[in-house]
T-cell receptor, first 114, second 112 residues
Framework: NAGVMQNPRHLVRRRGQEARLRCSPVKGHSHVYWYRQLPEEGLKFMVYLQKENIIDESGMPKERFSAEFPKEGPSILRIQQVVRGDSAAYFC????????????FGPGTRLTVL | GENVEQHPSTLSVQEGDSAVIKCTYS??????FPWYKQELGKRPQLIID?????GEKKDQRIAVTLNKTAKHFSLHITETQPEDSAVYFCAAIGAAGNKLTFGGGTRVLVKP
């Protein structure tokens, strides 16, 4: 759905730098999900957030990755000390309610780690 | 947790023929099954979805069937066109009702 906005669309980082990916959900949606897609692979769930709360982070690596969805502003996925294996497309999706509602995807951020 | 298997991984069809993609899931409590189409370099786009209280749903040339007993669901595309060429992903939402678990994807090529 065109309503989910992500920026930047492309991000290049050198190993050891930090990457910040932003996601603005569809207006009125209070549930945000982050997924990662490695080259030539499917999408894998990372984290599910509501405003000011992390609901499920079972798919997120334990180290270097964090996510937030503040009361005001976009959701942020932060990757510290990036490594080459972090190169992927990161998609954000949003839905209006939690249970079995359609998730609309943003255009993704393609992260390249040199 | 939920596990979703998708077959085939690649599918080549002649324009005008039908394409069928099948998925199985492991969590019997899963109750929502969307299908996404992803073109190269683009976002996944929802093309059809089905909920567990329905056995079949159709939208023009696209249909989805669900067999809860066997825990499998299928996507059917009739009268395929070159613009149907893309990667298709099935997904399921389990009892927890939040995250989508995706199948591995099917790369569909429609030959003119």
């Amino acid at each position: 759905n065109a309503g989910v906005m992500q920026n930047p669309r492309h991000l290049v980082r050198r190993r050891g730098q930090e990457a910040r990916l932003r996601c603005s959900p569809v207006k009125g949606h209070s549930h945000v999900y982050w997924y990662r897609q490695l080259p030539e692979e499917g999408l894998k769930f990372m984290v599910y957030l509501q405003k000011e709360n992390i609901i499920d982070e079972s798919g997120m690596p334990k180290e270097r990755f964090s996510a937030e969805f503040p009361k005001e502003g976009p959701s942020i996925l932060r990757i510290q000390q990036v490594v080459r294996g972090d190169s992927a497309a990161y998609f954000c999706a949003s839905s209006p309610r939690q249970t079995t509602d359609t998730q609309y995807f943003g255009p993704g951020t393609r992260l390249t780690v040199l | 947790g939920e596990n979703v298997e998708q077959h085939p991984s690649t599918l080549s069809v002649q324009e005008g023929d039908s394409a069928v993609i099948k998925c199985t899931y492991s969590d019997s409590a899963s109750n929502y099954f969307p299908w996404y189409k992803q073109e190269l370099g683009k976002r996944p786009q929802l093309i059809i979805d089905i909920r567990s209280n329905v056995g079949e749903k159709k939208d023009q040339r696209i249909a989805v069937t669900l067999n809860k007993t066997a825990k499998h669901f299928s996507l059917h595309i009739t009268e395929t066109q070159p613009e149907d060429s893309a990667v298709y992903f099935c997904a399921a939402i389990g009892a927890a009702g939040n995250k989508l678990t995706f199948g591995g994807g099917t790369r569909v090529l429609v030959k003119p």
